[in-house]
């Protein structure tokens, strides 16, 4: 079981779909478009209708040319956003960010998931969800973004010892186990080879009882594998990186399209998990 505030999502069963909500300028796919109260409302209702689980709301791009913005102007960039999203969903929504200040301000704002990209387990987000009793997405990213980390024991050693570390560490912070989500980290820190290693041994790093995460949406592995440069074009490319991800035991997949990552999740469960009915 994942907990994320009121919300219990049964692992094992079915896929979870979490729709991209990027309240920002410039990321790498659709900066630009959703950056307004009323045009974010109306994405998020739209995705909450197209079969979203989640909702991942984000104010700061992670793309690795982007400008990172304070805490400061995350906060205020972010708060119009909370305030139109509030109480109008029926489905979790998470914020996605690496500064305790604007988690906080989400949390109490009704979110119910933090989705830190920081790459490191940070013990006061993590005293923030044992706080709210929100869930915690922890992302591995040892380098930070638009940087390849060469990996002494492999790039699939490196990620189960950093979720090893963070299981003991959620233990240590007191925080349930059954809050904590686990992310690889696809595109960050890894090079294009690396990203595939993760999604074929992606059973390496499924832990009992532990939410898996993988955010491999159009990003830019799939462009190369695919040939295709325009990354709102990745879509199907994503499809086929998603389902490989369900196969190896993926309860969780971050997507642009979330119509047919739906599509793709519940056929990839009827064929792995036996789930028809989805």
């Not at 990027?22 to 739209?46: H, I, V």
């Not at 009793?133 to 930070?144: F, K």
């Not at 060469?150 to 570390?165: A, I, M, N, Q, S």
């Not at 389902?243 to 642009?256: N, P, S």
């Amino acid at each position: 079981m994942f907990r994320a505030g009121n919300f219990e999502l049964p692992l094992g069963e079915r896929t979870y779909v979490m729709g991209i909500l990027n309240y920002t300028p410039d990321s790498f796919s659709d900066g630009g478009l959703y950056n307004t109260p009323e045009a974010a409302l109306e994405r998020a209702l739209a995705m909450q209708a197209q079969g979203a689980d989640i909702i991942d709301l984000g104010a700061n791009s992670t793309r690795p040319t982007a400008r990172i913005i304070s805490a400061a102007e995350e906060l205020e960039r972010i708060t119009p956003a909370l305030e139109a999203l509030k109480e109008r969903l029926d489905i979790p929504l998470s914020v996605d960010t690496f500064y305790p200040t604007c988690a906080e301000a989400a949390l109490k704002a009704g979110a119910s998931m933090i989705n830190d990209v920081s790459g490191e387990f940070n013990t006061d987000m993590a005293a923030l969800a044992k706080k709210y009793h929100a869930g915690y997405v922890v992302m591995h990213n040892p380098s930070g973004a638009g940087t390849v980390k060469e990996y002494k024991d492999g790039v699939v050693c490196d990620v189960r010892d950093f979720f090893l570390d963070s299981l003991r560490l959620a233990a240590e912070c007191g925080l349930p186990r059954e809050q904590l989500c686990l992310d690889i980290g696809i595109g960050f820190s890894k090079s294009t080879e690396d990203n595939f290693e993760l999604i074929r041994r992606l059973e390496w790093l499924k832990f009992k009882d532990i939410a898996l995460l993988v955010a491999a949406s159009r990003k830019r592995f799939i462009g190369e594998a695919s040939g295709e440069a325009n990354s709102a074009l990745r879509d199907s490319g994503t499809a086929a990186v998603d389902t490989a991800a369900i196969a190896g035991g993926a309860d969780i997949i971050r997507v642009h399209d979330v119509a047919g990552a739906v599509q793709a999740a519940r056929v990839a469960d009827a064929i792995y998990r036996g789930a028809a009915n989805g």
